[in-house]
C-alpha cells in the first residue's frame, strides 16, 4: 500500500489564509489564547492520527471489500 503523506502545508495555507482560523476563533470568548502555532500543532496531530490509525483501516477494507448485512 502506498503510504499516506501528509500535505500539512496544504492545511497550513488553508487554515491560516483561507480560513482564516485565528481570527475567527479569536472573536469566541472561550478561545482567545489559541493561536497559529495551537492550530498547526493541531493540523500535524490529525495527519499522524490519519496516517497511524485510518490509513491501515483502508488495507483491510480493501481485501475485505463491502458487504451488505441482511
Not at 12 to 37: K, Y
Request: proline share 4%; aromatic share 2%.
Amino acid at each position: 500500500m502506498t503510504p499516506c503523506i501528509l500535505p500539512l502545508r496544504v492545511m497550513q495555507l488553508v487554515i491560516h489564509e483561507l480560513l482564516e482560523t485565528e481570527s475567527e476563533v479569536a472573536e469566541m470568548a472561550a478561545h482567545r489564547e489559541i493561536v497559529a502555532a495551537t492550530l498547526d500543532a493541531l493540523a500535524v496531530e490529525a495527519g499522524k492520527f490519519c496516517v497511524e490509525v485510518l490509513q491501515p483501516l483502508n488495507e483491510t477494507g480493501d481485501r475485505e471489500g463491502c458487504r451488505m448485512a441482511l
